[in-house]
């Protein structure tokens, strides 16, 4: 098994995937020792990075890997131990960049449920009226609370780069 492992380095890659949607195509990768064909999710992080893992090469400065002079880590980039600055690079963007895109489809829901239709349309009763406004009034609050809160994350978020 382990010569299987060593004849095919190198030869497991991407495969082109025929059943993906047209809006995103997905990324299943072929590999070969084991025979099977697996979804790029499946994988270590480093895969679905904007650099995936260059076997025998450390990803920071492109240079043979030596193994008495790097590290592997478990996202599955190579690193010399002078590159290497307590954080992947290219795992962090990657990280950083999923977390922006997921503020951002949440403020949107936020606000688009702000212009829905309200039962308050519906009723013609005065008090029931003035019930249903006082809870507007209170998901309003906790609707800026929540923005204020997510804006205060995306500033930390970003200064994520002075850690």
Same mark, same amino acid.
Request: with cysteine.
């Given at each position: 098994?382990?010569?299987?492992?060593?004849?095919?380095?190198g030869r497991s890659r991407?495969?082109?995937?025929?059943?993906?949607?047209?809006?995103?195509?997905?990324?299943?990768?072929?590999?070969?020792?084991?025979? #099977?064909?697996?979804? +790029?999710?499946?994988?270590?992080?480093?895969? @679905?990075?904007?650099?995936?893992?260059?076997?025998? *090469?450390? &990803?920071?400065?492109?240079?043979?890997?030596?193994?008495?002079?790097?590290?592997?880590?478990?996202?599955?980039?190579?690193?010399?131990?002078?590159?290497?600055?307590?954080?992947?690079?290219?795992?962090?963007?990657?990280?950083?960049?999923?977390?922006? #895109?997921?503020?951002? +489809?949440?403020?949107?829901?936020?606000?688009? @449920?702000?212009?829905?239709?309200?039962?308050?349309? *519906?009723? &013609?009763d005065d008090n029931t009226?003035?019930?249903?406004?006082?809870?507007?009034?209170?998901?309003?609050?906790?609707?800026?609370?929540?923005?204020?809160?997510?804006?205060?994350?995306?500033?930390?978020?970003?200064?994520?780069?002075?850690?």
């Open positions: 098994y382990f010569q299987e492992i060593f004849h095919n380095c991407p495969k082109l995937n025929k059943k993906a949607n047209k809006k995103k195509p997905s990324e299943i990768y072929q590999l070969v020792t084991l025979g #099977k064909v697996v979804d +790029l999710w499946c994988l270590l992080t480093g895969y @679905s990075t904007s650099y995936p893992p260059q076997p025998g *090469l450390y &990803d920071q400065c492109k240079l043979p890997f030596i193994n008495d002079n790097g590290t592997v880590f478990i996202c599955s980039h190579t690193y010399h131990s002078t590159c290497y600055h307590r954080r992947c690079i290219y795992c962090k963007k990657f990280y950083k960049k999923g977390v922006v #895109k997921n503020i951002e +489809l949440f403020l949107k829901r936020i606000e688009k @449920s702000i212009n829905t239709f309200t039962l308050e349309d *519906l009723v &013609d009226k003035m019930e249903i406004k006082e809870r507007d009034d209170e998901n309003s609050r906790e609707i800026d609370k929540t923005l204020d809160i997510l804006s205060k994350l995306i500033i930390e978020i970003n200064q994520i780069e002075n850690w």
